[in-house]
């Protein structure tokens, strides 16, 4: 009954956080101007062809009208066709989805063993200059805004030295109906540049959260008792410490992959990346409703999902969080 309650407790939350951000981005897109005016050709257009287009589109209905409709249409699985690329709005967006997916999945799995590493070795090694040089990189990468370090990653690694792509996703393979740029060499190498920049602020953060971990579980007396029954330290921390810090650090690594999900819309914007976040960016720029609405949708459902998913991963190794609950 517990885990239960857990799960309902998450979903009611889900869904009222999902139905607040629908309408937030509602009003939002429908205050920035009229898309009206990229779809008709104003040189030519007339005012009746502009009114015809508007009626057309279900623009001259009241806002809390409009967004009744969006919202009836959701439940029914369509979120319109785009104005500009006269698709179904879902569809662009799921056909984005891969590139987003694998630059996410790519620099997560950069980011975790590195985080990991380092903030063990920084835990086991506490008050040194290799602890300190940890601590204090770690808060530059944490300040430093990810369009300033996507820029330096070009300016250094494009421009000043020419050793990676400053831009695209590169040659793809086809795998399952999908391109994928990690099938291929040259997809990898553009991808290095963009994912170090969703990769590094994420090392810092699991390099910091892993090193408390191991400082506070090292004190403890068990720790004590292992090293005075002459177990090696790598047995130690491969076998008592690592696991011991485990569940705070794969939560964070759920949340985080979700903000990437989320957030990668700066970088991807930066390099050029034909994902999700690209699509958002280019989308208000043209005012394309269906497209704006139905690619924040998915951004916040991917986003709820992994937070709910990390809360129940922790709620089921922990049963203080079920009580609590």
Same mark, same amino acid.
């Given at each position: 009954?517990?885990?239960?309650?857990?799960?309902?407790?998450?979903?009611?939350?889900?869904?009222?956080?999902?139905?607040?951000?629908?309408?937030?981005?509602?009003?939002?897109?429908?205050?920035?101007?009229?898309?009206?005016?990229?779809?008709?050709?104003?040189?030519?257009?007339?005012?009746?062809?502009?009114?015809?287009?508007?009626?057309?589109?279900?623009?001259?209905?009241?806002?809390?009208?409009?967004?009744?409709?969006?919202?009836?249409?959701?439940?029914?699985?369509?979120?319109?066709?785009?104005?500009?690329?006269? +698709?179904?709005?879902? @569809? #662009?967006?799921?056909?984005? /989805? =891969? &590139?987003?997916?694998?630059?996410?999945?790519?620099?997560? *799995?950069?980011?975790?063993?590195?985080?990991?590493?380092?903030?063990?070795?920084?835990?086991r090694r506490r008050?040194?200059?290799?602890?300190?040089?940890?601590?204090?990189?770690?808060?530059?990468?944490?300040?430093?805004?990810?369009?300033?370090?996507?820029?330096?990653?070009?300016?250094?690694?494009?421009?000043?030295?020419?050793?990676?792509?400053?831009?695209?996703?590169?040659?793809?393979?086809?795998?399952?109906?999908?391109?994928?740029?990690? +099938?291929?060499?040259? @997809? #990898?190498?553009?991808?290095? /540049? =963009? &994912?170090?920049?969703?990769?590094?602020?994420?090392?810092? *953060?699991?390099?910091?959260?892993?090193?408390?971990?191991?400082?506070?579980?090292?004190?403890?007396?068990?720790?004590?008792?292992?090293?005075?029954?002459?177990?090696?330290?790598?047995?130690?921390?491969?076998?008592?410490?690592?696991?011991?810090?485990?569940?705070?650090?794969?939560?964070?690594?759920?949340?985080?992959?979700?903000?990437?999900?989320?957030?990668?819309?700066?970088?991807?914007?930066?390099?050029?990346?034909?994902?999700?976040?690209? +699509?958002?960016?280019?989308?208000?720029?043209?005012?394309?409703? =269906?497209?704006?609405?139905?690619?924040?949708?998915?951004?916040a459902v991917a986003?709820?999902?992994?937070?709910?998913?990390?809360?129940?991963?922790?709620?089921?190794?922990?049963?203080?969080?079920?009580?609590?609950?």
């Open positions: 009954m517990a885990m239960v309650s857990v799960f309902l407790g998450r979903l009611f939350q889900a869904l009222l956080l999902l139905l607040a951000m629908s309408l937030i981005g509602f009003i939002g897109i429908h205050s920035i101007g009229n898309p009206v005016f990229n779809i008709v050709n104003i040189e030519t257009a007339t005012p009746e062809d502009i009114q015809r287009a508007t009626v057309t589109l279900g623009l001259d209905q009241p806002i809390w009208r409009q967004y009744a409709l969006f919202v009836d249409h959701v439940i029914r699985g369509n979120f319109g066709t785009s104005y500009i690329y006269h +698709l179904p709005a879902l @569809g #662009l967006v799921m056909s984005k /989805l =891969p &590139a987003t997916l694998e630059l996410a999945s790519f620099a997560m *799995l950069v980011a975790a063993p590195a985080g990991i590493g380092v903030g063990l070795l920084a835990g008050g040194t200059l290799f602890d300190r040089i940890v601590l204090r990189s770690s808060v530059c990468a944490l300040s430093v805004p990810s369009f300033w370090l996507s820029m330096m990653l070009i300016l250094i690694g494009a421009i000043l030295t020419g050793w990676f792509p400053s831009g695209g996703r590169g040659a793809t393979a086809s795998l399952l109906g999908q391109e994928w740029s990690v +099938l291929t060499g040259d @997809g #990898l190498w553009h991808m290095l /540049l =963009p &994912a170090l920049a969703l990769a590094i602020p994420n090392i810092a *953060l699991i390099a910091r959260l892993s090193r408390s971990g191991t400082i506070e579980v090292e004190s403890q007396d068990f720790t004590r008792f292992c090293r005075a029954k002459g177990l090696s330290s790598r047995r130690i921390l491969l076998r008592h410490t690592l696991p011991n810090i485990s569940v705070p650090i794969m939560t964070i690594i759920g949340l985080q992959f979700g903000g990437m999900l989320a957030f990668a819309v700066v970088v991807e914007s930066i390099f050029s990346w034909p994902g999700v976040g690209k +699509l958002l960016i280019d989308s208000i720029q043209l005012l394309d409703r =269906p497209v704006v609405m139905a690619t924040l949708t998915f951004i986003f709820v999902a992994l937070n709910a998913l990390v809360d129940l991963f922790h709620a089921v190794l922990d049963p203080r969080v079920r009580q609590s609950s």
